[in-house]
């Protein structure tokens, strides 16, 4: 099979047809920032936190699902990238802003330490709560706190594809969209056991270990 040439960030660099964007980046040692993507999970591309920008494109596009194709060229850094990716952080940060926002398990959350590395300052939007959901404890394995859901849907994947148990899926649309297992009930021991797979994927402090310390 003939490999596709392109350009990324001034390197030319050869794939194979099929490769994305990031996986091409990846193997010229370009790092681009992703949130729900992770390479042994399915893509799905709705955090959009790796978008690129391409020659010819007016839009910027989400590398982790965008194959490469022949003569392309890419910026992974450019300014107009910047601060795309700024911004789509900030909105995630709108959605997600409880209490994690100041407290200590922001210094172990996924998405604030990502924020940092962005380089996202004070939140410019305001904060909004999708809904409040309240903390649902039932469960013996899960302590579930939606209220800090980004809706990366990772531990949807992770539940289905690595667990093997497709317990969870999304339910609702726009603001109110959720994580929920069965007719949207409570996670608890009868449907969820302790695999603990959908918390080690999980990004933010939405889904942790009953005993872990939440602030
Ligand atoms: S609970 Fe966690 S892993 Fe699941 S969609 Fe929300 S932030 Fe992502």
């Known amino acids: 099979m003939t490999d596709i040439n392109l350009t990324i960030d001034g390197e030319e660099v050869a794939v ?20 729900c993507h992770r390479p042994e999970l399915s893509v799905e591309g709705n955090c959009r936190i790796c978008v690129v920008e391409v020659e010819g494109s007016p839009r910027l596009v989400a590398s982790c699902h965008t194959p490469v194709s022949e003569g392309m060229v890419i910026h992974t850094q450019s300014a107009r990238v910047l601060k795309a990716r700024k911004v789509i952080m900030e909105l995630l940060l709108a959605g997600h802003t409880g209490p994690c926002v100041t407290d200590e398990c922001a210094r172990e959350c996924e998405v604030h330490c990502l924020a ?36 990366c849907r990772r531990c949807i994947r992770a539940c ?20 929920v297992t069965g007719c949207d009930e409570e996670l608890n021991a009868e449907v969820c056991r302790d695999c603990g797979v959908c918390i080690e994927y999980c990004p933010t402090s939405a889904l942790l270990k009953p005993s872990e310390e939440v602030a």
């Open 116 to 151: 940092a590395e962005l380089e996202v300052g004070p939140p410019r939007f305001g904060v909004r709560r999708r809904r409040f959901y309240p903390v649902e404890t039932l469960s013996p394995y899960v302590r579930r706190d939606l209220s800090r859901c980004i809706l």
């Open 160 to 179: 289905t594809e690595i667990a093997e148990k497709n317990i969870l899926h999304m339910a609702y649309r726009g603001f109110s969209s959720k994580v």
């Open 16 to 35: 194979t047809p099929g490769t994305t964007i990031l996986s091409a980046a990846g193997e010229t040692g370009v790092v681009i920032p992703t949130l």
